[in-house]
């Protein structure tokens, strides 16, 4: 089992800036896809931006340019830097991992409880 913990949401004006972490741990053999998805109040969950294990990254076409996601593998973190921050990307975010607990285990979709993100004036 594979826990994920974020943090670093919060209520932030527009234009300003957030970085989110989250920190996956338990039995971990390898992860290969690591990323974030959000969901805006009445809205459906939609893909933020991820990270696999080649360092290939994709972002939903509302961010591009504005956010960076990057991870660090040794430690299980992945982070999404989060630039010009508009009204329209308040949402809960969640971390994601695709991870597996041994060599031959299969991957499993893992999703932490997610952190509030508000861009007000």
């Known amino acids: 089992q594979v826990q994920l913990v974020e943090s670093g949401g919060g209520l932030v004006q527009p234009g300003e800036s957030l970085r989110l972490s989250c920190v996956a741990s338990?039995?971990?053999?390898?992860?290969?896809?690591m990323g974030w998805y959000r969901q805006a109040p009445g809205k459906q969950r939609e893909l933020v931006a991820v990270?696999?294990?080649?360092?290939?990254?994709n972002y939903a076409d509302s961010v591009k340019g504005r956010f960076t996601i990057s991870r660090e593998n040794a430690k299980n973190m992945v982070y999404l830097e989060m630039n010009s921050l508009k009204p329209e990307d308040t949402a809960v975010y969640s971390c994601y991992v695709r991870a597996r607990s041994t060599r031959l285990a299969n991957w499993v979709n893992y999703w932490g409880q997610g952190t509030q993100v508000t861009v007000s004036s």
């Open positions: 990270s696999t294990a080649d360092g290939t990254t």
């Open positions: 338990g039995t971990i053999f390898s992860i290969n896809v």
